[in-house]
Each structure stands twice: as structure tokens, then as C-alpha cells.
């Protein structure tokens, strides 16, 4: 069975910072990019941030560049979100999802979803 399993999500303050942790199992890890893709109510659900297969190459939306850093543990099978300076509008329910092989922006070619974890930053 497929599985990733998102959890870190939470109540904070604006500037504050949570860590997004991802845990994979049921497909060979190495082999899929692993990206963060959030959706506030009524909104459209973007890219945030994935990290490719392979090398491990990290890439950002525009909107957290300098703010959250997209990390892997291979031996844990696992994927952070590491954010840091939370803004108001950072809310949103964030989603882990998986990719084989190199990632794309569009959201229609992951294959992998999981439940997502709530974000929630106050002004």
C-alpha cells in the first residue's frame, strides 16, 4: 500500500515556524520527487516546493524562496518542509505528494497523494 503520511502542521504566529515532515512507504523512495503543494479554501492548489529524485535537486515557489527549505532523509524514507518567517498567508491545508522521476509544476502529473496537514498562521 501507498502511503505518505504528512504531519507537523499547526497553529503559529505570524514569523513563526513549523517543520512539515512527509513519510513514504510502499514505493521505491529513490526513485520519485517529492513535493509540497498547499490549497486554502476556495483557492486553486499550488506548488510549494519539491525536491527531485535522484540528486535530490530542491526547487521553490517564488512566493517562499528564502523562507522554507525543502529537505530529505533517504534512510527514513522521509521529506521536510522546514518554514520559517510564516505569513497569514502561508494558511492552507499542505498536501506531500510523489513523482517518478523528475518533477513537474503541474499537479496533474504526480501520482502519489497523501491526507495533507493544516497550516494555520495568525497575523
Known amino acids: 500500500e501507498v502511503q505518505l503520511q504528512a504531519s507537523g502542521g499547526g497553529l503559529v504566529q505570524a514569523g513563526g515556524s513549523l517543520r512539515l515532515s512527509c513519510v513514504a512507504s510502499?514505493?521505491?523512495?529513490?526513485?520519485?520527487?517529492i513535493g509540497w503543494f498547499r490549497q486554502a479554501p476556495g483557492k486553486e492548489r499550488e506548488g510549494v516546493s519539491c525536491?527531485?529524485?535522484?540528486?535530490?535537486?530542491?526547487f521553490y515557489v517564488d512566493s517562499v524562496k528564502g523562507r522554507f527549505t525543502i529537505s530529505s532523509d533517504n534512510a527514513k524514507n522521509t521529506v521536510y518542509l522546514q518554514m520559517n518567517s510564516l505569513k497569514p498567508e502561508d494558511t492552507a491545508v499542505y498536501y506531500c505528494?510523489?513523482?517518478?522521476?523528475?518533477?513537474?509544476?503541474?499537479?496533474?502529473?504526480?501520482?502519489?497523494w497523501g491526507q495533507g496537514t493544516q497550516v494555520t498562521v495568525s497575523s
Open positions: 510502499g514505493f521505491t523512495f529513490d526513485d520519485y520527487s
Open positions: 505528494a510523489a513523482e517518478f522521476g523528475i518533477p513537474h509544476w503541474d499537479i496533474a502529473h504526480w501520482d502519489y
Open positions: 525536491i527531485s529524485s535522484g540528486d535530490r535537486s530542491t
